[in-house]
């Protein structure tokens, strides 16, 4: 970033505006003759961009070396575990205990706010399932699972999230029927049922991985969307047209993550430094975006 970069009067930072796009693409830096002024307190999206070019550059070249010399070395000791790396998440266990709303002055969450709350901090994965629970008072068990934990996971209690299931579902069938067909999985998600397994909710690269069927609307939408789906699910968002064709791109380009990520910042005009790795972190920064973190 040295390189690119000079320092100008009042702590603003001179730099070829494609070093700092998303930046630029949310209007929150000046331009002129193609450099853009950066002020320091957004020095963090140069830093990581230029990090990111670093790194996919020494990525490549790992991925050359690996293949020519130490893959067939070592293809029973190390090639496992370098194989398994994409597929594991590591960031923070929305599902334990303690690390739920309400915990370090989060704010807790009812079963009376849950809508408002669906509206302005759900991600677009718990958004669509929420919305089709309303509209067809039934899920499948996968739409199920996924939504149940990750209600779980922004803190609603056992008692609202009963009661929130119930109330959907007896709209198509008894109480009797609910009890004996769906009220013991509502527990067991929570971990008061069979082997009480705190159960934690899906990471997005679980949602990702899910293949949903017909009549199935659990997985990742930026993924399993076709791409008018996707442009009506996000201009339901109050999204501008280009903001939408941006990200439809970036889905269609198989990066669902940062589909996300933007569709995070067009909505609240803020980014997540990180990126999106978990629904749940989603919601977290939302809260926080609002000003209830």
Same mark, same amino acid.
């Given at each position: 970033a040295n390189e690119t970069m000079s320092l100008g009067a009042g702590g603003f930072y001179s730099v070829p505006f494609e070093e700092v796009s998303d930046l630029v693409r949310g209007r929150r830096v000046f331009m002129s003759g193609g450099q853009a002024f950066v002020p320091r307190d957004q020095l963090a999206s140069l830093v990581v961009g230029a990090f990111r070019s670093r790194l996919s550059k020494a990525l490549v070249v790992a991925?050359?070396?690996? $293949?020519?010399?130490?893959?067939?070395?070592?293809?029973?000791?190390? $090639?496992?575990? /370098?194989?398994?790396?994409s597929k594991r998440y590591l960031g923070r266990d929305y599902g334990k205990a303690g690390a739920v709303a309400g915990a370090g002055g989060e704010d807790v969450i009812t079963l009376k706010d849950l809508n408002s709350i669906a509206e302005k901090s759900f991600p677009l994965c718990a958004k669509n399932l929420f919305r089709?629970?309303?509209?067809?008072?039934? !899920?499948?068990?996968?739409?199920?699972?996924?939504?149940?934990? &990750?209600l779980k996971g /922004?803190?609603? $209690?056992?008692?609202? #999230?009963? !009661?929130f299931w119930k109330t959907e579902f007896m709209k198509?069938?008894? #109480?009797?029927?609910?009890?004996?067909?769906?009220? &013991? @999985?509502?527990?067991? @998600?929570?971990?008061?049922e069979g082997k009480r397994v705190d159960y934690t909710p899906h990471t997005c690269m679980k949602c990702i991985a899910a293949n949903p069927g017909p009549g199935e609307h659990h997985g990742c939408?930026?993924?399993?969307?076709?791409?008018?789906?996707?442009? @009506?699910?996000?201009?339901?968002?109050? !999204?501008?047209?280009?903001?939408?064709?941006?990200?439809?791109e970036k889905a269609k380009? *198989?990066? &669902?993550?940062?589909?996300?990520?933007?569709?995070?910042?067009?909505?609240?005009?803020?980014? /997540?430094?990180?990126?999106? *790795?978990?629904?749940?972190?989603y919601f977290q920064e939302?809260?926080?975006?609002?000003?209830?973190?």
């Open positions: 991925s050359r070396r690996w $293949a020519q010399h130490v893959s067939g070395e070592e293809k029973d000791r190390l $090639a496992p575990v /370098i194989m398994s790396l089709k629970v309303k509209e067809d008072h039934h !899920l499948r068990h996968e739409g199920r699972r996924q939504l149940g934990l &990750y /922004i803190g609603l $209690a056992l008692e609202d #999230a009963m !009661l198509k069938m008894t #109480a009797e029927k609910f009890e004996k067909e769906h009220a &013991y @999985a509502v527990r067991h @998600a929570y971990g008061k939408p930026f993924k399993t969307f076709g791409e008018d789906g996707l442009r @009506a699910a996000l201009g339901g968002m109050s !999204l501008s047209a280009r903001q939408v064709g941006d990200i439809v380009g *198989q990066h &669902y993550q940062l589909a996300c990520g933007m569709t995070f910042e067009a909505v609240h005009s803020v980014s /997540i430094d990180s990126g999106v *790795q978990h629904p749940n972190q939302s809260r926080k975006a609002l000003g209830f973190g």
